[in-house]
């Protein structure tokens, strides 16, 4: 008697040790999925912020300008429930004025930090992205369902948008020049007779 009694005490308490670690999980992955939109709306900011400064430098041309900060600012400005539609319409923007653009030497910062801050936003919506994935399997479970372990925590979305960034041209250098900036060469230098 006493050793059933044992065994039951013993089976309830890893039992309540298992639903435990299993509503810690969900929590922690939970939490995974705020960081991780956090980050993505800071990677967004980030984007929105180096396409104002590009739009205000010289050398981009009135339309191009015009086109970015619009776009831009929308997506700045969007309502949560537009925010997905604006974000991608930036994306196409990016692409639409600035593949063709063969840019001059004096907007290569600004090339550089639209870049580097388009290539942030693809890489923040992955990661959000791929948390929602985590958290969303973990929630299937029935036991999670059936005891619910999550809580009254949301069920969290995913943010599509359209992300890609835009290709580029290299914009010249000074170093470009043929001899110049590479140890050793010599510069083109007409032969003599």
Do not use: C
């Not at 537009?82 to 196409?92: K, Q």
């Not at 840019?103 to 990661?127: I, M, Q, S, W, Y």
Request: cysteine-free; aromatic content about 4%.
């Amino acid at each position: 008697m006493i050793a059933a009694a044992v065994t039951t005490a013993l089976l309830l308490v890893l039992v309540g040790f298992y639903l435990s670690w299993r509503a810690t999980r969900l929590d922690r992955l939970h939490h995974r999925v705020e960081t991780a939109r956090a980050a993505l709306d800071a990677a967004l900011l980030r984007r929105g912020s180096a396409v104002l400064d590009l739009a205000a430098a010289e050398g981009i041309g009135a339309d191009r300008a015009a086109a970015l900060a619009g776009a831009a600012t929308a997506a700045r400005r969007a309502a949560p429930e537009g925010r997905e539609v604006a974000e991608s319409a930036l994306s196409r923007v990016l692409r639409e004025v600035l593949e063709p653009l063969d840019p001059p030497a004096g907007l290569r910062g600004h090339l550089e930090e639209v870049d580097d801050a388009a290539k942030g936003v693809h890489l923040a919506r992955t990661f959000h992205n791929d948390a929602v994935t985590d958290t969303r399997r973990a929630r299937r479970s029935r036991l999670v369902r059936g005891l619910r372990l999550a809580g009254t925590a949301p069920l969290p979305d995913f943010f599509e948008i359209d992300d890609q960034p835009p290709a580029l041209r290299p914009v010249p250098t000074p170093s470009d020049a043929p001899g110049r900036g590479v140890p050793g060469a010599t510069p083109d230098v007409p032969e003599k007779p």
